[in-house]
């Protein structure tokens, strides 16, 4: 399945020159993430060195090197959020999905927890996203409370 489909992204970039982004969405979008062996395997069919793709993944936010949860919680680090409360807030979010540190998705790849520096909803701070929908005025608590409804299917 894997092989499949990556020679199915290869035959549409074969012969277009500078396709390293383009085939690294593609890659996205088929896995959920980049595979550090689908990355050799492209490297090795197009002779493109592994760091042209390495280095384009790194750079750019919207690539991971790896799996993302199911649910993709976003919290806003900026200036409003911060002083009305985002640092408890992250705290606790961290602590009811058992996120160890320097991780960001939960043992069973139902959450993915990252921090942006201002998501620019700064009236309704501190703010949270969950699955690309706004939640505001949040606390810990009320982060807390809608962490449990994802869990039971209720998000």
Request: glycine content about 8%; hydrophobic content about 40%; proline content about 4%.
């Amino acid at each position: 399945m894997l092989e499949k489909r990556c020679e199915q992204i290869l035959e549409k970039y074969y012969d277009e020159k500078g396709s390293v982004i383009s085939i690294l969405q593609d890659v996205q979008e088929a896995f959920g993430y980049i595979p550090e062996d689908v990355v050799f395997w492209f490297s090795d069919k197009l002779n493109v060195p592994a760091s042209n793709f390495f280095g384009v993944t790194t750079f750019y936010a919207q690539f991971y090197l790896k799996p993302r949860g199911k649910n993709i919680i976003t919290a806003c680090c900026g200036t409003a959020c911060h002083v009305r409360g985002a640092s408890p807030m992250i705290s606790r979010i961290r602590a009811d999905l058992a996120i160890a540190e320097g991780e960001d998705t939960t043992y069973d790849g139902q959450f993915t927890f990252e921090n942006i520096a201002c998501v620019g909803a700064c009236s309704i701070a501190p703010v949270l996203i969950v699955n690309k929908r706004v939640y505001g005025s949040m606390s810990p608590d009320k982060a807390s409370k809608l962490l449990k409804d994802f869990e039971k299917g209720k998000g």
